[in-house]
């Protein structure tokens, strides 16, 4: 047992931490909304992989001219959506590709079902890109200021402890 430090934690965002230690409200400035990506809008889309389609921007979104907003039931946002179509086969298996506004591919990965899932989102005929929200409540996440207390509480046992070894050692 020992009382110098194991190691050194830091962050290069300690707003970050700051936020989830607190759980911030974070709001879109002038009014204006939050554009939260989906998994849709993912390289290669839904958890895919690979080094085609890049992640859609906000920019490319409205330079397109076909995105378009689906309101949430509840009222306090919209799902900003872009047109879905479908791309030629390719590969040995003649998996279905689906192609977002013609500005990405929409992977969705490998997994069961894979092309039952891609014509129910063709069938759909949209994929939602992002979230547009005014303001996002964060949960609370983090304990910082705990568990320095929790571990600041437990160095005066432990420097007793060491100190009543290193005294039985002693004659």
Excluded: Y
């Excluded at 959506?81 to 192609?99: A, S």
């Excluded at 969705?108 to 949209?126: S, V, Y």
């Amino acid at each position: 047992m020992s009382l110098r430090a194991a190691g050194l934690v830091w962050t290069k965002v300690p707003n970050v931490i700051d936020a989830f230690e607190r759980g911030a409200l974070i709001q879109a400035k002038g009014g204006r909304f939050l554009a939260i990506p989906t998994g849709f809008n993912a390289a290669r889309g839904w958890r895919g992989r690979g080094d085609k389609g890049l992640r859609v921007t906000p920019a490319q979104m409205v330079a397109s001219g076909q995105g378009f907003l689906r309101p949430f039931r509840s009222g306090r946002g919209f799902v900003w959506c872009l047109p879905l179509r479908q791309g030629e086969q390719t590969g040995r298996r003649r998996r279905t590709r689906l192609i977002a506004g013609g500005l990405a591919e929409v992977g969705t990965a490998n997994r069961k079902g894979r092309e039952a899932w891609a014509r129910g989102l063709l069938e759909q005929g949209m994929v939602p890109m992002f979230l547009l929200l005014t303001q996002v409540q964060l949960t609370k996440r983090l304990d910082v200021k705990g568990a320095a207390v929790r571990a600041g509480a437990r160095v005066p046992r432990r420097f007793v402890a060491l100190w009543e070894a290193e005294a039985g050692r002693i004659p």
